[in-house]
């Protein structure tokens, strides 16, 4: 007994070289901006939508679809494995439109995710399949902090490489740079991962004569092209502009591509997890229907052995929001509800810092688009609108435009000016009137 005791004490765990998780970058900050009992406190950090009150938003047509669906008697039943069917076609139709959809559908696989960063993660998988994986993953330098994790964890054997992206000088698309690196050091068959619009943490996108460059320079390198596409309509406001990339891209046949698809933002479905992942096979290749449905078949299996098949609730209201043309109409008014509204932030702000005379220019403010603005402001600069005012903002200084309301502009502007200029400019406590979060 003794004995047995004394093995049991002296036994390591197999866990006890393991070190906790480092809970960094937003999660991090946002942790601290809850702690933070100051009364002016403003939160630039966040990834959702906020109104004018800083409060999450029931976008009126999602609320609509619910007492449509009278969801106290909604059943939980599982989903088919592809997900909902309605759901699956009123995603492909609102992404690509209907005339796209028509023609090429023989050549597209989809399947409903858990939101975009579930689509992110499986096409991750699917590539990391031996006979289909591509040598590198070309991301952009900045993105969207969750997609090297993504590519790290999910295809460990694909090298994950960097194009540059932007200007931190000039505050502006670096697409001289973008383009050539491209054309040096991608590898036939590569991958490459493309925002739709919106780009984040940016907000700077490239103009349609880019994409088609763009869309150039994968065709001649036969790239497997890869959007994520997080914001469609919440960008411009309008559903077919925010979507004029991927399209484009679709009307070169022998392009292959996926689209990473979620409807968080622009439904204000965050913790609802409604996604799709859709695949476009080459059609060019006569055998491209066969081959569209091998992939869809072969998603759906990747996808069984993870999460076995996405959520249904945010899947029925989506598709009771896409399949009724009054509601799809009501959403519309949502979506220029919500963009027009972080447009007219960056306005304010842009011209409460021009009144203020700040240092710099901030014309970048109301050039970007989008939930993020890249404001140029340094990590030094960043630490101190946290200390001194109590404005947090991610250390690259990107800041969420929805954490701007009209009641606290003014006292942005005046912190931002401070730390730029290193002289006050007349902050007092009562110059910000925010209800704390």
């Keep these: 007994m003794d004995t047995a005791k004394a093995l049991i004490t002296a036994e390591q765990s197999r866990f006890s070289t393991l070190r906790p998780a480092q809970t960094d970058g937003p999660f991090a900050l946002d942790a601290a901006f809850r702690a933070d ?35 106290e008697h909604s059943h939980h039943e599982y989903l088919p494995l592809q997900g909902s069917p309605k ?46 994986r591509p040598t ?21 054997n694909v090298k994950m490489q960097w194009y540059p992206y932007y200007d931190d000088a000039k505050r502006e698309l670096d697409f001289g740079a973008m383009v050539e690196t491209l054309q040096r050091d991608c590898q036939e068959h590569d991958a490459i991962l493309l925002h739709a619009c919106a780009h984040n943490p940016t907000g700077r996108d490239p103009s349609q004569r880019q994409w088609r460059e763009l869309a150039q320079l994968c065709l001649k390198k036969r790239l497997f092209v890869i959007f994520d596409s997080a914001y469609q309509g919440f960008a411009s406001g309008d559903l077919d502009s925010d979507a004029w990339a991927i399209r484009h891209f679709v009307s070169y046949p022998s392009i292959e591509l996926a689209v990473c698809q979620s409807f968080s933002k622009n439904l204000g479905l965050y913790g609802e997890r409604v996604g799709a992942l859709h695949m476009m096979v080459s059609r060019s290749n006569p055998n491209g229907a066969n081959l569209a449905a091998a992939v869809q078949d072969n998603l759906i299996d990747l996808q069984r052995a993870c999460v076995s098949m996405a959520p249904l609730f945010g899947s029925r ?47 970048h403010i109301t050039e970007q688009t989008g939930m993020f603005s890249y404001t140029g402001l340094s990590k030094e600069q960043v630490e101190e609108l946290q200390l001194k005012h109590h404005i947090y903002l991610l250390p690259t200084g990107r800041a969420s435009m929805c954490g701007v309301t009209s009641a606290n502009v003014s006292y942005i502007a005046r912190a931002i000016h401070e730390v730029v200029s290193g002289q006050p400019a007349g902050i007092s406590p009562e110059a910000n009137s925010i209800k704390c979060l």
């Design 37 to 71: 009992t100051d009364p002016r406190k403003v939160n630039l950090i966040i990834g959702a939508y906020r109104d004018d009150r800083e409060e999450p938003w029931h976008l009126p047509s999602v609320t609509e679809a619910k007492r449509r669906l009278k969801v």
């Design 87 to 132: 759901f699956v076609e009123a995603s492909r139709r609102v992404l690509f439109g209907p005339a796209i959809v028509q023609q090429q559908q023989p050549f597209l696989a989809s399947i409903q995710t858990v939101s975009g960063t579930g689509a992110n993660s499986l096409v991750a998988v699917f590539l990391e399949q031996e006979h289909l």
């Design 136 to 156: 590198n993953i070309w991301l952009p330098n900045p993105t969207w902090i969750n997609h090297a994790d993504i590519w790290k964890v999910n295809a460990p």
């Design 317 to 363: 209201i989506a598709s009771e929001v896409l399949g009724n043309s009054d509601l799809e109409e009501m959403w519309k008014a949502d979506l220029s509800t919500m963009s027009g509204r972080i447009k007219a932030m960056r306005s304010a702000l842009h011209d409460e810092l021009l009144q203020l005379r700040t240092p710099g220019s901030w014309d």
